[in-house]
C-alpha cells in the first residue's frame, strides 16, 4: 500500500484546528487545540466538554487549503459542514488548488500557515523540511479524542494499520494518510510453470 502524505500545519498565530474528516477507509473527530482544563485559558482555548473534549473556541475561523487533484475536493467540504454545524458561529475559509508548495512555502516560512492543509500534487511541501523546521503539530490529542461517528472509540482507533505509524516522526504524529492505493502484478501462471519458476512472495 501506498499512502499519500497529508500534513497539519502548526500555526503561531493560533491554535491548530482539526476539522473532522470523512475518507473512504477513515472518519476523523472534532479539533485539535492546545491542551489545559475545562477553562478557558485565552482566546484560543474554549471551554472543554463531551461534545468538544479538545476545547475548540465556538468561534474560531478554519483556513482549510486542500491540493483539489484527482479526488478533488468535496471530501474536505462535506467535513467543513459538519464543523460548522458543530460551530455555527465559526468562518471557515476553504481553497482548493493545484500548487500547494508555490503558494504556501511563503507562508509556512512567515509562520502564517493555513490550520489544514493537503499537502499532495506534484507541486507539495517538502514534508522532511517541515517536520525539520518543526512546522507541523502532534496530532496526539486529535488521535486521542473520541471519534465522531462513535464517542466510545478514538480516533485512533479508526484509522488502518500503519496510519500512525507513518505519520510519526521523533515519537509525533504530525501527518495523517486518508487514502491508500493498492499496486498489483499480473503474471502467467502457465508461463511460470514452463520454465519452472516460483512465484515471489516478499
Same mark, same amino acid.
Given at each position: ?32 487545540? @492546545? ?6 485559558? @485565552? ?26 487533484? *484527482? ?20 468562518? %471557515? ?24 492543509? =493537503? ?11 517541515? %517536520? ?29 494499520? *500503519?496510519?500512525?505509524? =507513518? ?25 511460470? %510453470? ?9
Amino acid at each position: 500500500m501506498n499512502p499519500t502524505p497529508r500534513l497539519r500545519p502548526y500555526p503561531t498565530r493560533r491554535t491548530l484546528l482539526a476539522i473532522g474528516a470523512a475518507a473512504p477507509a477513515v472518519t476523523l473527530a472534532a479539533c485539535v487545540t @492546545s491542551g489545559g482544563d475545562s477553562k478557558p485559558t @485565552s482566546n484560543n482555548q474554549g471551554a472543554k466538554s463531551a461534545q468538544n473534549p479538545l476545547g475548540v473556541p465556538a468561534d474560531a475561523a478554519l483556513e482549510v487549503v486542500i491540493f483539489k487533484g *484527482g479526488y478533488g475536493d468535496e471530501y474536505a467540504k462535506n467535513a467543513e459542514t459538519l464543523y460548522e454545524q458543530r460551530y455555527p458561529s465559526a468562518k %471557515v475559509d476553504h481553497k482548493g488548488i493545484q500548487k500547494v508548495g508555490e503558494a504556501l512555502q511563503p507562508r509556512f516560512v512567515a509562520d502564517t500557515p493555513p490550520d489544514v492543509v =493537503d499537502n499532495t500534487g506534484a507541486g507539495r511541501l517538502d514534508l522532511t523540511t517541515l %517536520v525539520a523546521a518543526k512546522k507541523l503539530t502532534d496530532l496526539g490529542d486529535l488521535l486521542d479524542a473520541p471519534s465522531l461517528d462513535d464517542p466510545n472509540t478514538k480516533v485512533r482507533d479508526t484509522l488502518l494499520s *500503519g496510519v500512525v505509524e =507513518d505519520g510519526t516522526f521523533d515519537g509525533a504524529v504530525l501527518t495523517l494518510n486518508f487514502t491508500y492505493a493498492v499496486w498489483g502484478l499480473w503474471y502467467s501462471n502457465p508461463f511460470f %510453470v514452463q520454465h519452472g519458476w516460483k512465484i515471489p512472495t516478499t
